[in-house]
């Protein structure tokens, strides 16, 4: 079976810097997904791990740690249009599914 | 541009009929899915497909079935619409390290 847990909900200000944090427990492990997903909207990819370490792009970096079962999104230098969810997703490595959490939203205020 | 197509974008259907939602890609992507999203449940798994004429039941098959005739198309039918299945469908493809949504159907059935 496969569990993936993020908080609910933050508020972070214009110009901050955020974490989002993802924990897996999982029978397989082959590779980890961020999306951003706006109100209405569909998903958009962000970022892929399937290494430990950090991945940077741009103002989104995405961390995993294998061991801890753990990863990290971390936005920089906010904006508004920031303000989405955040979704989370671990793909198995032994039917390819992907299997997502419940998503973080994260506002962000002036 | 990587292109993930939904037929419609919102549909509205009577209980009891049968109901097509079409997706295709672009991208020559071997692995397909279809979610669907409800609030406070996240993202759940209908079906997906791993190649031509493969199917494999998702997390909550029932009332659903697919059908990939061809690799670019991957196809959702709901049998017997009811109005438990009123939800945002999202048809989703995977390649080895990047994964897309297409831009989503909101279904509703009255």
């Known amino acids: 079976g496969q569990n993936i847990d993020q908080p609910t909900e933050m508020t972070a200000t214009e110009g901050a810097i955020v974490q989002i944090n993802c924990t897996y427990q999982?029978?397989?492990?082959?590779?980890l997904f961020w999306y951003q997903q706006h109100a209405g909207e569909a998903p958009t990819f962000l970022s892929y791990?399937?290494?430990?370490g950090l991945e940077e792009k741009g103002r989104f970096s995405s961390f995993l740690s294998r061991s801890k079962g753990y990863s990290y999104l971390l936005l920089k230098e906010l904006q508004m249009k920031d303000s989405a969810s955040y979704l989370c997703?671990?793909?198995?490595?032994?039917?390819?599914?992907?299997?997502f959490g419940k998503g973080n939203q994260v506002v962000v205020i002036p | 541009d990587v292109k993930v197509t939904q037929s419609s974008r919102y549909l509205v259907k009577r209980t009891g009929e049968k109901v097509f939602l079409e997706c295709v890609q672009d991208m020559d992507h071997e692995n397909m899915f279809w979610y669907r999203q409800d609030p406070g449940l996240g993202l759940r798994l209908i079906y997906f497909s791993y190649d031509v004429k493969m199917k494999e039941k998702g997390d909550i098959p029932e009332g659903y079935s697919v059908s990939r005739e061809k690799k670019e198309r991957f196809s959702l039918i709901l049998e017997s619409a009811s109005t438990n299945q009123t939800s945002m469908y999202l048809c989703a493809t995977e390649g080895q390290t990047e994964a897309f949504f297409g831009q989503g159907t909101r279904l509703t059935v009255v």
């Open positions: 997703a671990v793909r198995d490595d032994g039917n390819n599914r992907l299997a």
């Open positions: 999982t029978s397989g492990f082959n590779g």
């Open positions: 791990n399937v290494l430990d």
